[in-house]
C-alpha cells in the first residue's frame, strides 16, 4: 500500500529535504553521465587546454627566472576550469527552467532549498571529476607538486571553493536568463574572465592598467594561491592585492557567496511567485 | 485526512465538504497588463471544469495561481480546501500539474522518469518501483516504459507527462492546454488517459482553445477573454443561450450562397449567416422540422440543388464567437 504523508515537525521536513536533495543530485548528474557530448567535453576539453597552452603558446613563452612555462601554467588552467563550469551551471539552470521541469517541482511539494542543493551538490561533484582528470593531464606533461599532500589538499579545496561561489553566481544568472541558448552565448564573455587573470601570462607583465584589472580578479586569487600551495613557479606583483593571494583566496568567494547565495534564492523564491 | 484510492493507496485529500477549486475575485497584473481581472471560479469536487479562451486570455496564469507558480496580486484562491498563498505546501500535495510543454526528463527512461518523481514524494525505492509499473498500464506506456522520451510521439510524451502529473493519484489535476499541437489520433489517446483520471475521482481544471475538447471532457465550462469571465455554465447551457437549433445549408458552389441566403431570410424572417469558406448559410430554426420542411420546399421549389440540409444544435464554436466577439484562434 502506497502511503504519502505531509512532513510536519521539523525533524520530518529536514529528513524530507535531504531526500529530496539527494534524488535531485542523482537526476542532475544522470543528465551529465549519460549525455555523450557532455563527456566527450569534459575529458577533451582539459587535454586540448594542456596541449594548446602548454605546447603551441608554451613554446613562445618564458617565464621570468627562467621556470619551466607548464609548471607556471597548470594552477591557471585549474582555475580558468573552474570558471568555465560557470557556464554549465547557467546552462542546466536554464534548460530546466525552459523545458518547464522547474514549473513541475516548484508545484511540487519539494522545498527550493532542496532544488539549489541538488544543482550545487552535483555541480561540485562534476567540478572535482574535472579536476582529477586536469590534474591527470599535467602530471603528463610533466607538471607536480612539490609541497606537502595537506598544501596539496588545501589548494585544490580552494579552487573547489571558487567553483562553489560560481555555482550561485551561475544559478542567479541561469534564472535571469531562461534560456539555454543565451547560455551557451555567454563563452564568449566569460573567456575574459578567464583570460585577464594571471592565468597564462603574469599581470606584471600586461599594460599597467590591465594588470591592475587582472590582479582584482578573483580567479588570479585562487590561481596565485594555488600555485603557492602546490610549489610552482608564481611571477610576483606589487600591488596589495597580488601579495595576499591565500587571504583573498578565501575572502573572493565568500564575497561572492554572501552576494549571489541571498540573490539566487530569492530569484528562486520570486520564479515561485 | 487521507484518503483511501480505488488502488489501496494512501494519498492527502480534498477538505470534506469544500469545493476542489475556488477563485474569488483574483487579480494578477504583469506591468501594464492585466491578466486576471476579478477572476471568480468554482470547481466542484469530481467534476471537470473547462478554462475556454483564446490565447492570451488569461488560462495560463490562472493555472499558474491555483497551482502555487504565481502568487494573486488581490483575491482569494484555494485548492483542495487550502489557500494557495497560505498554505502552498498543503495545495502543492494534493495537485498534479501538466503544463503546456511535456515536462519529461528526456536523459531518463519513461519508468526511470516516473520513478524519480515518485521519489519527489518521498516514496520508498520499493514503492516508487511499484507505482511506476501501475502508470505505465493505467497510461498505456509499456512501449515508453524503457526508452528515452527523444523517441517518443508527442501523444506518448503528452501521457508521461499526464502519468507524472498523476503519480500520487492527487485529487485535482490542471492541464493546460492537454492537446495543443497535437494530430487528432493523439489527441483522442490524451483524452481518453483523462476520462480514467475522472473515473478514479479526480477533479480537473483543463484550458483549452480546443472548443470540442472542452465539449468532450468538461462538465462545466467557464469562457474567458481579457481576463474576466464572460459566461459560465454546462456545455448545453451555454449552446442554448444561443436561442435553440439551427438550420444550415451546405451549397456545391460558393456562386449558390447568395440565392440561398435571401430564400432562407425570405422564408424564415430572420437574418443568415453567411459562412463562405465552408460554403455554408445557417439561420436560427423557430420551429425546428416544420422549419427545415419548409426550407426543403422552397429550396426544391426554387430548383436549387444543395448538398445537404440539416438541423442542428449551436456549436461550442458559435458560443465562442458570440461570447468573445473574436473567431478562435
Redesign the interface.
Known amino acids: 500500500?502506497?502511503?504519502?504523508?505531509?512532513?510536519r515537525t521539523r525533524s520530518e521536513r529536514l529528513r524530507?529535504a535531504m531526500?529530496?536533495a539527494a534524488?535531485m543530485t542523482?537526476?542532475n548528474l544522470?543528465?551529465w553521465l549519460?549525455?555523450p557530448e557532455e563527456m566527450i567535453g569534459a575529458l577533451a576539453f582539459p587535454l586540448i587546454s594542456v596541449l594548446l597552452f602548454g605546447y603551441v603558446f608554451g613554446s613562445a613563452m618564458v617565464v621570468p627566472g627562467g621556470a619551466d612555462y607548464r609548471e607556471y601554467l597548470m594552477p591557471g588552467l585549474f582555475g580558468m576550469t573552474m570558471m568555465f563550469g560557470l557556464v554549465n551551471t547557467i546552462s542546466a539552470v536554464a534548460t530546466d527552467r525552459e523545458?518547464?521541469?522547474t514549473?513541475?517541482?516548484?508545484?511540487?511539494?519539494?522545498s527550493s532549498s532542496a532544488i539549489l542543493a541538488g544543482r550545487s551538490v552535483t555541480d561540485i561533484i562534476r567540478a572535482s571529476a574535472d579536476l582529477v582528470v586536469l590534474l591527470g593531464c599535467g602530471y603528463l606533461v610533466g607538471w607536480r607538486w612539490h609541497g606537502s599532500v595537506w598544501e596539496a589538499l588545501a589548494a585544490v579545496g580552494l579552487l573547489l571553493l571558487l567553483r562553489f561561489a560560481l555555482i550561485w553566481v551561475g544559478i542567479y544568472i541561469g534564472l535571469v536568463l531562461r534560456s539555454p541558448d543565451s547560455a551557451a552565448a555567454l563563452y564568449p564573455l566569460v573567456l575574459p574572465f578567464a583570460m585577464v587573470a594571471n592565468t597564462f601570462v603574469p599581470p606584471a607583465l600586461m599594460p599597467g592598467w590591465l594588470g591592475a584589472v587582472a590582479e582584482a580578479n578573483p580567479m588570479s586569487s585562487t590561481v596565485a594561491a594555488t600555485r603557492e600551495l602546490f610549489g610552482n613557479p608564481a611571477v610576483p606583483g606589487d600591488s596589495w592585492l597580488a601579495e595576499h593571494p591565500l587571504p583573498l583566496a578565501v575572502g573572493w568567494p565568500l564575497l561572492l557567496l554572501v552576494v549571489f547565495v541571498p540573490l539566487a534564492v530569492h530569484r528562486y523564491r520570486r520564479a515561485?511567485? | 485526512m487521507n484518503v483511501l484510492t480505488q488502488s489501496g493507496a494512501s494519498r492527502p485529500g480534498v477538505v470534506p465538504g469544500q469545493p476542489a477549486v475556488v477563485a474569488e475575485g483574483v487579480v494578477k497584473r504583469f506591468g501594464a497588463t492585466l491578466a486576471l481581472d476579478r477572476f471568480d471560479l468554482v470547481v466542484p469536487e469530481g467534476t471537470v471544469c473547462g478554462l475556454l479562451g483564446p490565447n492570451g486570455a488569461g488560462k495560463s496564469t490562472a493555472v499558474r495561481i491555483l497551482s502555487t507558480l504565481l502568487r494573486p496580486d488581490s483575491g482569494r484562491a484555494s485548492v483542495a480546501g487550502f489557500d494557495v498563498v497560505r498554505d502552498p505546501v498543503d495545495v502543492r500535495y494534493r495537485i498534479g500539474l501538466a503544463g503546456q510543454q511535456p515536462a519529461v526528463d528526456d536523459m531518463l527512461t519513461g519508468r526511470e522518469n516516473l520513478e524519480m518523481f515518485a521519489r519527489f514524494y518521498r516514496l520508498g525505492r520499493v514503492a516508487a518501483r511499484r507505482r511506476a509499473g501501475e502508470l505505465i498500464d493505467q497510461f498505456d506506456l509499456a512501449d515508453a516504459a524503457d526508452r528515452r522520451p527523444k523517441g517518443y510521439s508527442g501523444g506518448m510524451r503528452r501521457r508521461l507527462d499526464l502519468a507524472i502529473s498523476f503519480i500520487m493519484a492527487p485529487p485535482v489535476l490542471f492541464l493546460d492546454e492537454p492537446t495543443t499541437g497535437m494530430d487528432p489520433g493523439h489527441r483522442l489517446e490524451v483524452w481518453r488517459g483523462v476520462r480514467s483520471l475522472v473515473a478514479e475521482g479526480t477533479t480537473v481544471l483543463l484550458t483549452t482553445h480546443y472548443l470540442d475538447e472542452a465539449d468532450q471532457l468538461a462538465d462545466a465550462i467557464t469562457v474567458i477573454d481579457g481576463g474576466r469571465v464572460i459566461a459560465q455554465g454546462a456545455p448545453e447551457e451555454l449552446k442554448s443561450m444561443l436561442h435553440g437549433d439551427r438550420i444550415d445549408v451546405l451549397v456545391d458552389e460558393i456562386a449558390d450562397l447568395d440565392v440561398v441566403a435571401r430564400l432562407l431570410a425570405d422564408v424564415t424572417g430572420s437574418a443568415p449567416e453567411v459562412r463562405p469558406e465552408g460554403r455554408r448559410v445557417s439561420v436560427p430554426a423557430m420551429d425546428r422540422v416544420a422549419g427545415l420542411a419548409r426550407v426543403a420546399r422552397a429550396l426544391d421549389d426554387a430548383r436549387i440543388e444543395v448538398r445537404d440540409i440539416a438541423l442542428r444544435r449551436p456549436t461550442l464554436d458559435e458560443v465562442f464567437v458570440r461570447f468573445t466577439g473574436k473567431d478562435r484562434a
Open positions: 500500500m502506497t502511503t504519502i504523508t505531509i512532513p524530507a531526500s529530496d534524488t542523482r537526476r544522470s543528465y549519460r549525455s523545458r518547464g521541469v514549473d513541475r517541482f516548484m508545484a511540487m511539494p519539494i515561485r511567485r
